[in-house]
């Protein structure tokens, strides 16, 4: 996709966050979010070639709205800055719906690309799964955590929110607390397109995503609330 249009284009939306530069402007956005749709439709194809489960993702849900919800929100700005997309595997996009592990990106108003696998503050009871899953399998985390791709590329978890003590049943001294004090199970890099635009963004993406993989599957192991027995 044309990339430096995309990144004139969020850059002049965040200074006329407004309906009517929206409206004047819907061609160009019109133009580019189909150029995204076939980025994220050959990203689901080529990532599908190493975790199959995504191949039924639908490439146009997979695409966030550029539309914000400001119902309840104090910045009442209507659109987002960002082109973005989630691929999972359940074709859900949000942990809230229960998406379950996800490879994100998303390109911003600034030229930034940020390129993530796993899971971002997912809702309490997903949270208890994960957590009774670190219970039963902590080498298996630890493993996909420690590999060399992944912390090359990422260096470990994101760690926004972690909790500063156990949370509510487990033991201070529990061997792996430090895994069960997350509150995400994500990992990220970012890239300021700007200044490093790839030759190739598609196969940079998909890269990315390869190196995220050990997570992203090692996630799909603790069962979704639907799975419980």
Known sequence: MHVPDLIGYLSELEQSNNRAWFVMNKPRYDILRAEFLE??????????????AVLGCNPAKALFRIHRDARFAKDKRPYKT????AITATGLKKPSQG???????????????????????????????IRQAIDADPAGLRKALAGKRFRSRFGGLQEEGKLARAPKGYDPGHPDIDLIRNKNFIAWTETDLRRQLPADLKKEIVDQFRDAWPLVSWLRSAPQADQAS
């Open 99 to 129: 998406g379950g592990p996800a490879y994100y990106f998303h390109i911003d108003s600034k030229g930034m690309l940020l390129v993530a696998g796993g899971e971002y503050m997912p809702p309490p009871e997903r949270l208890r799964r």
């Open 82 to 85: 960002t082109f973005s997309a």
């Open 39 to 52: 980025l994220v439709t050959a990203l689901i194809r080529d990532i599908g070639k190493q975790d199959p």
